[in-house]
């Protein structure tokens, strides 16, 4: 066991959600001169490493932008390649997921994944459904805007239906609604590639998230370089809107 997983492991309070956008696959093909889809397929060797990492250091939910509602415009070529790519590892991950106990579930519009993407999907959720140590979420098919106006809808039902009143729509409603309701909001958001945007993704749910900005692209992104990110996490003060002062505070009278 490395020095750092050690450091990490005794830690207390360690984030209990993170959230990886994981950015910079066909960067890293170009830069080698490969065609992208070699990019995607380190990807997944680098999301193997990182699940792995966080289970092994006790992270409760790892939640992944594999492949976002905006993705679908992508060049035809590409869109079947990641896929096909989909369909070969989830079964292919299975005996990964199982060593570590860790659960597979998904978020977004999974209905407009082809058919056999959906069947193998849903295959390692079922096979994976009673893991408890770490649930991985992958978000499929994903927009925050579109999951958000997904549940202004589900909401607004309600009220016609007489279900609910308008007034009783609120945070805690909404936040129902949402693909992720039965998980806690992401504690950290990672990034890789040295970009600085949240590209539409878990935008109810960062709102009070840390972010995490690494130079890095993904498939060269390491269990050291997670560690180091929970690391910079507990070297934060998350004050929730209060000051300092009111926090130490809550921690003497708890």
């Not at 390649?81 to 079964?91: E, G, Q």
């Not at 498939?219 to 370089?225: C, L």
């Amino acid at each position: 066991m490395s020095e750092l997983k050690e450091q990490v492991k005794a830690l207390k309070n360690l984030p209990e959600h993170i959230a990886i956008i994981m950015d910079g696959n066909g960067r890293w093909a170009k830069k080698r001169g490969f065609l992208r889809a070699l990019g995607h397929e380190n990807g997944v060797d680098a999301l193997r490493r990182i699940a792995t990492a966080s289970a092994e250091v006790n992270i409760k939910y790892l939640t992944v932008y594999a492949f976002s509602s905006e993705n679908w415009n992508r060049p035809k070529t590409e869109v079947k390649a990641l896929m096909t790519l989909l369909v070969s590892s989830l079964k292919k991950e299975l005996k990964t997921l199982n060593d570590n106990k860790i659960r597979l579930q998904a978020i977004g519009d999974t209905t407009s994944l082809p058919a056999n993407c959906r069947k193998e999907l849903e295959e390692v959720i079922e096979l994976t459904k009673d893991h408890k140590h770490m649930t991985l979420t992958l978000a499929l098919s994903y927009g925050s805007r579109e999951e958000l106006s997904r549940a202004a809808r589900e909401l607004a039902q309600e009220v016609a239906e007489g279900i609910r009143t308008a007034d009783s729509i609120n945070e805690e409603a909404l936040a129902s609604k949402l693909y992720t309701a039965a998980m806690p909001d992401p504690d950290l958001l990672i990034r890789t590639s040295n970009e600085y945007r949240i590209s539409n993704y878990l935008l109810w749910q960062i709102a009070y998230s840390e972010l995490y900005f690494s130079p890095k692209l993904w498939p060269d992104f390491q269990a050291e370089d997670l560690y180091n990110a929970i690391l910079d996490y507990r070297n934060r003060e998350r004050r929730f809107g209060k000051i300092s002062e009111q926090l130490k505070s809550d921690y003497h009278n708890a």
